[in-house]
T-cell receptor
Framework: KQEVTQIPAALSVPEGENLVLNCSFT??????LQWFRQDPGKGLTSLLL?????REQTSGRLNASLDKSSGRSTLYIAASQPGDSATYLC???????????FGQGTRLTINP | NAGVTQTPKFRILKIGQSMTLQCTQD?????MYWYRQDPGMGLKLIYY???????DKGEVPNGYNVSRSTTEDFPLRLELAAPSQTSVYFC???????????FGQGTRLTVV
């Protein structure tokens, strides 16, 4: 059974810092991995999607990497801003199943 | 673009009552999903559909039913509400099973 873990559960950093969020999964048989952002009381916004054949994806100040063999992904946020404060969720698309398996998320706070 | 629209945003039900959570998408996506998110937890798949007339169970289907008569709509039915169904419900859609998933804003349901 695929399990997805995100550590830490919460992170607080001063504005301007570069930071890394971690995601690990137990089964490397995935189609892709997706990073989402969730603001309080809101839905999920897709940030980056990495296919299983890819190593990384970039969008603006965000860079996501994927190491399928070790079951790890990282989301790198450069030059953090208070507007980046949110919960970040990673999810893997399981091969042979029509579903995303989600981690519990990392609640990120950027302090001005 | 409206994307994925869920109604209602909030609802309080009494134990034993029934209700339907509405979900509609305007992106002509074949795949649609219902997830629930409990506090501090990742999202869990309730039901999904790969096209009109086709539905299947996810991880936590007990107490729920779905139908998919059109490409646009994917309502979720709770027949006999129980306190364990207190949660935030998210509807999502995607072009295929391996592309970006787009989420609605969620329905916060409380069963008392």
């Amino acid at each position: 059974k695929q399990e997805v873990t995100q550590i830490p559960a919460a992170l607080s950093v001063p504005e301007g810092e570069n930071l890394v969020l971690n995601c690990s999964f137990t089964d490397s048989a995935i189609y892709n991995l997706q990073w989402f952002r969730q603001d309080p009381g809101k839905g999920l916004t897709s940030l980056l999607l990495i296919q299983s054949s890819q190593r990384e994806q970039t969008s603006g100040r965000l860079n996501a990497s994927l190491d399928k063999s070790s079951g790890r992904s990282t989301l790198y946020i450069a030059a953090s801003q208070p507007g980046d404060s949110a919960t970040y969720l990673c999810a893997v698309r399981v091969q042979g199943a029509q579903k995303l398996v989600f981690g519990q998320g990392t609640r990120l706070t950027i302090n001005p | 673009n409206a994307g994925v629209t869920q109604t209602p945003k909030f609802r309080i039900l009494k134990i034993g009552q029934s209700m339907t959570l509405q979900c509609t998408q305007d992106m002509n996506h074949n795949y649609m999903y219902w997830y629930r998110q409990d506090p501090g937890m990742g999202l869990k798949l309730i039901y999904y559909s790969v096209g009109a007339g086709i539905t299947d169970k996810g991880e936590v289907p007990n107490g729920y039913n779905v139908s998919r008569s059109t490409t646009e709509d994917f309502p979720l039915r709770l027949e006999l509400a129980a306190p364990s169904q207190t949660s935030v419900y998210f509807c999502a859609s995607s072009t295929t099973g391996t592309t970006h998933s787009f989420f609605g804003q969620g329905t916060r349901l409380t069963v008392v």
